[in-house]
């Protein structure tokens, strides 16, 4: 986690100007602004896909997990955050003697003296997001975060100096499996002094003393937005445990104001249908379900246009209706199911005589990438690679002698050729732009046809080829 120093811009709200902590914050700018942010796409390397050795491109595979394409959800997930960390800020503007009285004073203590500038008066709010695992959270929430700093320190505002004032603007954690307030609260208090590079703050003995010391590191640290993960943890299996839990960080949004953001798989839906207070609160600021993508759909045309760009097969298969078809098939929609069925399925044809994509070769990669996903007890052995004698490559960039590497084709695909040493050269042959030129005499076999013995001409002009597999393998 970096630290970055505080850049003042002018808030946008009359209420939130004079707010160090709102205006150190980045600037709002237009989605489209954002989208290119959140965007990732790898360098695609084009001369690749003809390099000669198949371990190279193989290599290049791995550019496909580093692809980012912001889909259609994410605007109102960023929006909500930037709305949400913004709003827990407007209370506590640390020039302000109500945020004086608030650092001071533990939050079930309010003094019976009212500041200048009235009482605090928190401003958390909960969100939500729930989807089945694969379908996008992990890779929208990186992006989203990320676009906001971790730490934003301090030195002077407009004048005022302040004395080591570090902003921590958000930190992410997951939710304990036995729903243990104690857990949860040293893990926050871990991740806050990571934050802060700081010793790491010894936790007290008491769950009251726990919670009162967690509550002065929240407070103090200016914490904008707790975000726990893996909520689904939290289900009522234990007596007690997981409503003591949800009572100790309703008290976060409640007393503190902290934006608290909830991400988590079903039956989570469900355990906050339960608790009708958490359920209101959970989603006071932001709810959202994220499914898989439907074929039809805006973001997975989108999602798939950039995917199918990066193939490092030395033929490149243009993406048909019917391979669009199958690898929505095959991913149900679920983009990282996706990325992994084409990612194996070009590990599985690169360096074999036909690296052509076809549906069973997106089936074949989809079974080695996603057979726990598809609940198969089985993994079959679908690559078996062989090395064959040391020769020298055609294309090398270095012309160096280096072993060549061809992986058997065991995909199953019946579209494609019995004998690729004959498929490689008639594809050559069917799209050479210089044909013409390597018939040195067109006419041959008309020529063979007025000899007594034609097959002695063509064998004189050694154009009959009487063991082929000798010949062309």
């Known amino acids: 986690m970096t630290i970055t120093q505080a850049i003042y811009r002018d808030a946008i709200l009359p209420e939130h100007k004079g707010n160090p902590l709102i205006e150190a914050l980045p600037p709002k700018f237009s989605w489209e602004v954002v989208m ?28 496909i997990e580093e692809l980012r394409q912001p889909l259609t959800d994410y605007e109102a997930c960023f929006r909500a955050i930037e709305r949400a960390i913004k709003k827990g800020y407007s209370a506590k503007n640390p020039l302000s003697p109500t945020t004086a009285q608030y650092l001071h004073y533990l939050v079930d203590e309010r003094p019976e003296i009212e500041p200048i500038t009235g009482f605090f008066q928190p401003k958390g709010e909960g969100l939500t997001l729930i989807g089945e695992s694969g379908v996008g959270k992990t890779s929208m929430l990186e992006q989203v975060l990320n676009y906001f700093p971790n730490v934003i320190e301090h030195d002077s505002y407009k004048g005022c100096s302040f004395t080591a004032l570090k902003q921590v603007v958000w930190i992410k954690v997951d939710c304990p499996s036995n729903s243990s307030v104690r857990d949860l609260c040293e893990e926050i208090l871990s991740v806050l002094d990571l934050s802060l590079d700081r010793e790491k703050t010894k936790p007290a003995g008491s769950i009251g003393a726990l919670v009162r010391q967690l509550e002065q590191c929240i407070k103090s640290s200016f914490l904008g937005m707790l975000i726990i993960d893996e909520m689904q943890n939290l289900q009522f299996k234990r007596t007690g445990g997981e409503n003591n839990l949800l009572r100790f960080l309703h008290r976060l949004v409640n007393k503190l104001g902290v934006p608290l953001f909830f991400i988590g798989n079903p039956p989570f839906d469900q355990t906050l249908i339960k608790e009708l207070k958490a359920a209101r609160r959970a989603e006071s ?80 990669g989809n079974a080695i990438a996603c057979g726990l996903s598809r609940q198969t007890n089985e993994i079959h052995e679908l690559k078996s690679v062989i090395a064959l004698p ?58 063979a046809g007025g000899f007594e013995n034609p097959i002695s001409f063509l064998r004189q002009k050694k154009v009959l080829l009487e063991d082929p597999l000798s010949e062309l393998s």
Not at 44 to 55: G, T
Not at 347 to 352: A, C
């Open 36 to 63: 290119e942010v959140f965007s990732n796409y790898p360098d695609y390397a084009e001369e690749i896909s003809e390099h000669p050795n198949p371990l190279v491109r193989e290599e290049y595979l791995n550019r």
């Open 285 to 364: 600021g932001y709810h959202h379900t994220m499914s898989v993508l439907g074929k039809d759909s805006g973001s997975w045309q989108a999602f798939i246009t950039q995917l199918w760009n990066y193939q490092w097969t030395n033929v490149y298969t243009e993406l048909s209706e019917e391979l669009n078809d199958s690898l929505h098939k095959l991913s149900v929609g679920n983009i990282d199911m996706a990325s992994r069925t084409y990612r194996e399925a070009q590990r599985l044809v690169i360096g074999s005589s036909d690296e052509r994509l076809t549906v069973s070769t997106l089936e074949a």
């Open 390 to 447: 040391i020769g020298k490559q055609r294309r090398s960039t270095e012309n160096i002698e280096t072993e060549r590497v061809i992986a058997i084709d065991k995909t199953g695909d019946i579209t494609k050729p019995q004998h690729p040493e004959f498929a490689g050269q008639l594809i050559e042959l069917i799209g050479a732009v210089d044909l013409k030129d390597r018939v040195k005499v067109p006419d041959t076999f008309q020529q």
